[in-house]
């Protein structure tokens, strides 16, 4: 797997661009802490982890040969990402008091990181993305194609936790920051709220073939 610099550099591109994970990860930092976004994270990565096993089975393919089946996967999507802006919209403080002892193994530390794993399971651009990227790296003469398919998916979801976390670190920075500066807080909580909002009528766009 020679080309793995350049599969590498392709999943630094892709994991730049703004999406959902990215705004719930800054969104979950501010509101929650450091503690509760990295507990997303997890969630995050058991998501990417099944979108790899998915590609492997090629469920993209019969996403295309079953529209009604995408277009349920991705109505649930765009509903649930529209339905996280909303509550945005409707709480009271994008950034409530937090206690930094607060423990992460708790009923709130686990719907946050089944939210993660809802927000990116449920988005089916993740898979079509693995269905695209990852065969395109697998060589028959270079070995056993499920061993580099495997090898492939593990560097996909351990990059995309590094991301994660840079962006879960990040958001926790930015509620320390908020919580100093009052009249900031509800254009964040409203500008976060529309971009999910945004990110699932996007969604509802969206076609199998893309």
Same mark, same amino acid.
């Given at each position: 797997?020679?080309?793995?610099?350049?599969?590498?550099?392709?999943?630094?591109?892709?994991?730049?661009?703004?999406?959902?994970?990215?705004?719930?990860?800054?969104?979950?930092?501010?509101?929650?802490?450091?503690?509760?976004? /990295?507990? =997303? #994270? %997890?969630?995050?990565?058991? *998501?990417?982890?099944?979108?790899?096993?998915?590609? !492997?089975?090629?469920? &993209?393919?019969?996403?295309?040969?079953?529209?009604? /089946?995408? =277009? #349920? %996967?991705?109505?649930?999507? *765009?509903?649930?990402?529209?339905?996280?802006?909303? !509550?945005?919209?409707? &709480?009271?403080?994008?950034?409530?008091?937090?206690?930094?002892?607060?423990? %992460?193994?708790?009923?709130?530390?686990?719907?946050?990181?089944?939210?993660?794993?809802?927000?990116?399971?449920?988005?089916?651009?993740?898979?079509?993305?693995?269905?695209?990227?990852?065969?395109?790296?697998?060589?028959?003469?270079?070995?056993?194609?499920?061993?580099?398919?495997?090898?492939?998916?593990?560097?996909?979801?351990?990059?995309?936790?590094?991301?994660?976390?840079?962006?879960?670190?990040?958001?926790?920075?930015?509620?320390?920051?908020?919580?100093?500066?009052?009249?900031?807080?509800?254009?964040?909580?409203?500008?976060?709220?529309?971009?999910?909002?945004?990110?699932?009528?996007?969604?509802?766009?969206?076609?199998?073939?893309?």
């Amino acid at each position: 797997m020679s080309d793995i610099p350049i599969f590498i550099g392709a999943l630094l591109v892709a994991y730049t661009v703004p999406g959902p994970d990215m705004i719930f990860l800054l969104q979950t930092g501010a509101v929650h802490g450091r503690r509760r976004a /990295l507990a =997303a #994270t %997890v969630g995050l990565g058991c *998501a990417r982890a099944c979108h790899v096993a998915f590609a !492997g089975i090629g469920l &993209a393919a019969l996403f295309r040969n079953a529209p009604w /089946l995408f =277009a #349920t %996967v991705r109505f649930i999507g *765009a509903a649930y990402l529209i339905w996280l802006g909303i !509550g945005l919209f409707r &709480a009271g403080s994008l950034v409530p008091k937090r206690d930094p002892t607060e423990p %992460v193994n708790d009923r709130r530390g686990a719907r946050v990181v089944m939210r993660g794993f809802l927000t990116n399971l449920l988005n089916p651009k993740p898979l079509i993305f693995c269905s695209v990227l990852l065969p395109q790296f697998v060589h028959p003469g270079s070995g056993p194609i499920l061993a580099q398919f495997a090898a492939l998916g593990v560097t996909l979801v351990v990059v995309g936790f590094l991301f994660d976390a840079t962006f879960a670190l990040w958001g926790a920075a930015l509620g320390t920051w908020l919580e100093r500066r009052p009249a900031m807080q509800s254009g964040q909580r409203y500008g976060f709220a529309a971009v999910l909002i945004g990110f699932g009528a996007d969604l509802l766009a969206m076609r199998a073939t893309h």
